[in-house]
C-alpha cells in the first residue's frame, strides 16, 4: 500500500482532519471500474493540504502495467478495450521498442501490421529503422503494399536488402513474384544486384530475381539468357511471347539440356535467324556437359528433314552420327546427299559392318563389281543383286552377276526367278554347267513362262482399253470443243428467242448453249480486247449477244445473221454454185475446183453458222499435205514440226519418251474420265500422264518449238514459215551467214552449182540436198566462181581444234573409247590442217586442269572427287597433246 504524506502531519491531531466527498447520482459501477467521469471522489482535508482520491480507472491499470514491464498485458488491455484508442499508439511504440531493445527483431516485424495498422509515416519509419538496425529483410515479408501504398523508395530499399544477403535471396525471388509490378521500380534494385553477376554470391534464386526484375523494366533479352542457363522449363514459351528468336544463337547448349526436341524444332523453324554454321560449334564445344554427338545426330537429321543442302558442310559427320545412333536412316541418306566423301563413308560402313551400305557406296564410286560381290557373298539376296545390276544398266554387269551365280545352284534358281524382265531366261539355262543341280528347277522354270505369259497379255490388254478410252475421249473432246457458245444477258436472250420463234426455219441459227460452267470458261478465255470476226468491232458479254469458239473467236449475233441473210439470197442467185461457208481453216483459191473440193472436206465447226472461215479469215486446210496454211501467217501446225528430228532428241517416233526426257514427267495411267478435264484445267499435271501423241505434242511444242522457231525468225533473214520448214543445221548455217556478213567476213564454198535449166521460165532441177552446205563449210569453199581472194588466219581456230582434242581424249579414257575411233578423229580433225605451221601448246596444258573440271563437273555431270584415276588420264592427255603438236 502507498503512504500519502500530508505536510505538519505531526502537529496535527485527529480532530484537524475531515473527510468529504462529491455527490455522484445516477452513476453507474461496472466491471469493477467507475466508468469515465462518473468516478467519486473523496477530499481529505488537512490545515495545509487537501488530498483528493478516487477509485483506480483502465488508464491507470495500463499505465502500471507499461511502469512494471507487462507490454504484452498491456497491449491486451488496450484491445480489450480498457483504456482510450490513442493509448494503442503509445502502447505498440513502446512493445516494439522493447522488443527491439531485447533483439527480438522477428517478433516485432511480425507485430507491426497489426501494431503500425494504416499508418503509412508509422510503417516508413519503421522500415528505416529496421534498414538502420540491418534487420529489414525480417520485415519485408509483412511490409503493405496496399492501404496503406508506402514510397516507391521504400519497397526499393527492402528489395537490395533483401538482394545484398545472400540467405535471403529466395525471398527476394518470392518479394519480386508477389509484390505488384507498380510499387516500385525494378531499375535501381537491378543496378544493385548486377554487380553480383559471376560471383560466388550469385545463387540460382538471385538469378531469378533478376531475370523477373528484367522483364518487368522490359529487358526480355537478358531475361531469357539467364532463365536459359537456368533451364527454365518455360523459356520456350517465354521465347515465342516476346519473339525471342535473335537471341537463341548463344544458348543453343543450354536449349538443348532443357528440351532437345523442342529446341531441335526451334532452331529448324528458325534457320534462317541461326545457321547451322552457328549451332553445329556450340554442340561441339559443349563436350561432356551433354551427349552433344546426340544432339548433333537430332539437329543435323531435322536439318536434312527439310533442307538437304542446308548442313551440306557437316554430311561426312551427318554419316558418322546415322552409323551410331540411327542405321536405318543412314542409307537414305547416302542416297540423297550428294555433299559426303564417298571413301570416307566406305570406311566407315566397312567398320560398322554395314553391307548394304557398302553396296550403294561402291555403286556410287564406280566400283560396281565389288559391290555386286557384296551382295552375293555377303547378303545373298538375287533380288537385291538384281535390282542393283538393273539400276547401273551395264550389261557386262549381268554377266558378272551370272557368273558370279553359276556356281551356287540356289543363287541360278533364285536368278531364274528374279530376271523376268531383265534377262532372258533361256540365256541363263544356256550358260549352267551340266550337271549343275538346280533346285525346284521344274517348278521355277514353269513360273518364268507363267509370268511371261501373263505380263504379255495384261499389257496387250491395257493396250487395247488405252487405245479404246483414248479415241473415245478424243472424240467426246473434240465434239465438245467444235462446239460454239452463246452468251448474252437474260434480257438480250428472251428477246433473242422471241425474234427466233418468227423466223423460217431456214433463217434460224443452230446454237448450242452449254452449261454454266463451260460459259465461264468461254468468258475467261475470251479477252477483253477480242472482236468480232465479222466486223471486227469490240466484243462486249454483257451488251451484247455473242457467239464464242474455244479458239477464241467470236461473233455477234447480228453479224451471224446478216451473214445468213446475204448467204441466202446468194444461194437464190447463183442457184448451187454459190459459196459453202464453214468454219474450215481455208482461203478462197482463184481455182473453183479446188475451192469446191477444199470447202467439202473442211472442218464443220461453223456450219452450223453458215460461214466459210477461208472467205471470211484467209485459212485453208491443204488436204494432201495436212497442213493448214494461209497467205499472211506462217505455218502453224505443232505436231508436223515436233515429228522433225530438229528439235527434239528422240524424233518422232516416241512422243512420250520426249514428254518424260524434255518435260521432266513419268507417264501414269489416269482415269479416262479425269482426262479431258486434266487437259483444260491442269496441263502439267496431265503432262506426266501416258496420254495421245496429239496432247503430248501441243505440250512439247508450246515448250520448246514455238519459243524457239520465233525467237530465230527475229534474228534470221527468212521469213517465219521457212524458218519453221527448215532443220536446225540450215538456220544454224543461216545464223552463221548473218554474223559473218556483219563481220564482213566471205564465206567460202567448194561447191559450184550447176547452172540451173529451165524450161519455158520453168526450173527443171535444183539442189535439195541442204547438209551440202555444211559441207562446204568444213571444206572451206564456198561460191568459187566469186573473183574474191582470201586467207584463213590460222590462229583463229587452232586452240579450238585442240581443246575438242582434250576433251576427246578425256572422253576416251573414261567410257573406254577404241584407239581406232581416237585415230579417225585425229584424222578427220587434221585432214585441212596440212598448211598449219606448229603451234605452241604450253597454254593448253596449262589450262588442261580448268578444262577438264568443265568436263567434269558440266558436261559430265560428276563430282571432282568422284574420279579416282584423274591424275592418270591427265597425264595421258598431255601426252597426247604433245604428240599432236609434233604431228602438226
Not at 453507474?28 to 480507472?57: C, F, N, T
Not at 481453216?585 to 472442218?603: H, L, P
Request: charged content about 25%; hydrophobic content about 35%.
Amino acid at each position: 500500500m502507498d503512504a500519502l504524506p500530508v505536510h505538519g502531519f505531526e502537529h496535527y491531531k485527529a480532530k484537524d482532519y475531515s473527510l468529504a466527498h462529491a455527490p455522484f447520482p445516477g452513476s453507474s459501477y461496472a466491471g469493477g471500474q467507475w466508468a469515465a467521469g462518473d468516478e467519486p471522489l473523496y477530499y481529505i482535508v488537512s490545515p495545509k493540504d487537501v488530498v483528493i482520491a478516487k477509485p483506480r480507472d483502465a488508464e491507470d491499470h495500463i499505465n502500471w502495467l507499461l511502469q512494471h514491464g507487462f507490454h504484452e498485458k498491456a497491449l491486451a488491455a488496450v484491445e480489450a478495450g480498457e483504456g482510450r484508442n490513442e493509448l494503442i499508439d503509445k502502447v505498440g511504440a513502446g512493445y516494439l521498442d522493447h522488443l527491439i531493445v531485447e533483439r527480438k527483431y522477428a517478433e516485432a516485424a511480425s507485430l507491426c501490421p497489426k501494431l503500425l495498422r494504416g499508418s503509412a509515416s508509422a510503417w516508413e519509419r519503421w522500415v528505416f529503422h529496421f534498414a538502420q538496425l540491418r534487420q529489414l529483410p525480417v520485415l519485408v515479408p509483412y511490409m503493405p503494399t496496399d492501404n496503406p501504398r508506402l514510397k516507391d523508395t521504400v519497397y526499393e530499399v527492402a528489395l537490395v536488402a533483401l538482394a545484398t544477403n545472400p540467405s535471403y535471396h529466395k525471398e527476394l525471388l518470392s518479394t519480386v513474384k508477389s509484390w505488384p509490378r507498380s510499387v516500385y521500380s525494378a531499375l535501381p534494385v537491378i543496378s544493385a544486384i548486377e554487380p553480383q553477376l559471376n560471383t560466388s554470391s550469385m545463387t540460382d534464386a538471385l538469378k531469378e530475381a533478376l531475370a523477373e526484375l528484367y522483364v518487368i523494366d522490359g529487358q526480355h533479352e537478358k531475361a531469357f539468357a539467364l532463365y536459359a542457363d537456368l533451364l527454365k522449363p518455360e523459356v520456350f514459351d517465354f521465347i515465342e511471347k516476346y519473339n525471342l528468336h535473335e537471341a537463341i544463337r548463344g544458348k543453343v547448349v543450354q536449349l538443348m539440356l532443357l528440351d532437345c526436341k523442342r529446341a531441335t524444332a526451334l532452331f529448324i523453324q528458325n534457320r534462317d535467324l541461326i545457321a547451322p554454321s552457328e549451332v553445329v560449334p556450340q554442340l561441339l564445344k559443349a563436350g561432356k556437359k551433354c551427349d552433344s554427338r546426340y544432339y548433333l545426330y537430332l539437329y543435323l537429321h531435322a536439318l536434312f528433314q527439310v533442307s538437304p543442302d542446308g548442313g551440306k558442310d557437316y554430311h561426312d559427320m551427318q554419316v558418322e552420327l546415322y552409323a551410331e545412333y540411327d542405321t536405318k536412316m543412314l542409307l537414305p541418306f547416302l542416297r540423297s546427299s550428294q555433299h559426303y566423301k564417298l571413301e570416307k563413308a566406305y570406311e566407315l560402313c566397312v567398320k560398322k559392318d554395314l553391307l548394304r551400305e557398302q553396296v550403294f557406296v561402291l555403286g556410287r564410286m564406280g566400283n560396281a563389281k565389288q559391290a555386286l560381290a557384296v551382295i552375293i557373298n555377303k547378303l545373298g539376296d538375287i533380288e537385291e543383286a538384281v535390282e542393283f545390276v538393273s539400276m547401273q544398266h551395264d550389261d557386262d554387269l549381268w554377266e558378272e552377276l551370272i557368273k558370279q551365280c553359276l556356281n551356287k545352284p540356289e543363287m541360278v534358281g533364285l536368278l531364274l526367278e528374279h530376271t523376268v524382265g531383265n534377262l532372258d531366261p533361256l540365256y541363263i539355262v544356256n550358260m549352267v554347267p551340266n550337271g549343275l543341280e538346280i533346285p525346284r528347277l521344274r517348278d521355277r522354270l514353269v513360273k518364268i513362262v507363267t509370268d511371261y505369259r501373263t505380263e504379255t497379255s495384261l499389257r496387250h490388254g491395257c493396250n487395247d482399253i488405252l487405245k479404246t478410252d483414248i479415241v473415245n475421249l478424243l472424240v467426246k473432246c473434240f465434239n465438245e470443243a467444235r462446239r460454239g457458245v452463246c452468251l448474252s444477258n437474260e434480257e438480250d436472250d428472251s428477246r433473242g428467242k422471241r425474234e427466233d420463234n418468227n423466223r423460217s426455219i431456214s433463217q434460224r441459227m443452230v446454237v448450242d448453249k452449254s452449261l454454266s460452267i463451260k460459259m465461264t470458261e468461254v468468258k475467261s478465255k475470251t479477252r477483253g480486247d477480242t472482236r468480232c470476226c465479222m466486223c471486227f468491232d469490240p466484243v462486249s458479254i454483257r451488251g451484247d449477244t455473242v457467239v464464242v469458239f474455244f479458239c477464241c473467236h467470236a461473233y455477234h449475233m447480228t453479224c451471224l445473221m446478216d451473214a445468213a441473210f446475204s448467204d441466202s439470197n446468194n444461194k437464190t442467185a447463183k442457184g448451187s454454185s454459190g459459196y459453202g461457208y464453214g468454219y474450215d481453216n481455208g482461203v478462197e483459191e482463184e481455182d473453183t475446183e479446188d475451192e469446191e473440193e477444199d470447202d467439202s472436206n473442211d472442218g464443220d465447226r461453223s456450219v452450223p453458222l453458215i460461214l466459210n472461215l477461208g472467205f471470211e479469215l484467209g485459212f485453208r486446210c491443204d488436204h494432201n499435205q495436212g497442213e493448214c496454211r494461209a497467205k499472211f501467217v506462217c505455218h502453224l501446225d505443232c505436231f508436223a514440226w515436233v515429228k522433225r528430228d530438229s528439235y527434239l532428241p528422240q524424233g518422232s517416233h516416241g512422243l512420250k519418251a520426249v514428254t518424260k526426257a524434255k518435260l521432266g514427267y513419268d507417264p501414269l495411267e489416269v482415269n479416262p474420265e479425269d482426262m479431258v478435264q486434266f487437259a483444260m484445267e491442269k496441263p502439267q499435271t496431265m503432262a506426266s500422264y501416258s496420254v495421245s501423241d496429239a496432247v503430248a505434242t501441243y505440250y512439247l511444242y508450246m515448250t520448246y518449238v514455238h519459243p524457239f522457231i520465233f525467237s530465230l525468225a527475229t534474228i534470221i533473214p527468212m521469213v517465219p514459215d521457212e524458218v519453221l520448214r527448215k532443220g536446225s543445221g540450215t538456220l544454224c548455217e543461216m545464223l552463221l551467214m548473218v554474223e559473218a556478213y556483219n563481220a564482213n567476213v566471205i564465206c567460202p564454198n567448194k561447191n559450184q552449182a550447176d547452172p540451173e535449166k529451165f524450161h519455158k521460165s520453168h526450173l527443171l532441177e535444183s539442189e535439195t540436198y541442204i547438209g551440202g552446205h555444211v559441207e562446204c563449210l568444213e571444206s572451206g569453199v564456198f561460191r568459187s566462181d566469186i573473183p574474191t581472194s582470201f586467207k584463213l588466219d590460222t590462229s583463229a581456230y587452232q586452240a579450238s581444234n585442240l581443246l575438242y582434242l582434250t576433251q576427246y581424249d578425256f572422253s576416251c579414257c573414261f567410257l573406254n573409247i577404241t584407239s581406232s575411233d581416237m585415230v579417225l578423229f585425229k584424222c578427220h580433225l587434221f585432214m585441212h590442217l596440212s598448211d598449219i605451221g606448229p603451234f605452241n601448246c604450253q597454254q593448253l596444258i596449262d589450262n588442261l586442269d580448268r578444262d577438264l573440271e568443265y568436263a567434269i563437273t558440266v558436261e559430265g555431270k560428276m563430282r571432282m572427287d568422284s574420279v579416282s584415276n584423274y591424275d592418270e588420264v591427265k597425264e595421258k592427255i598431255k601426252e597426247k597433246v604433245i604428240d599432236s603438236s609434233s604431228e602438226l
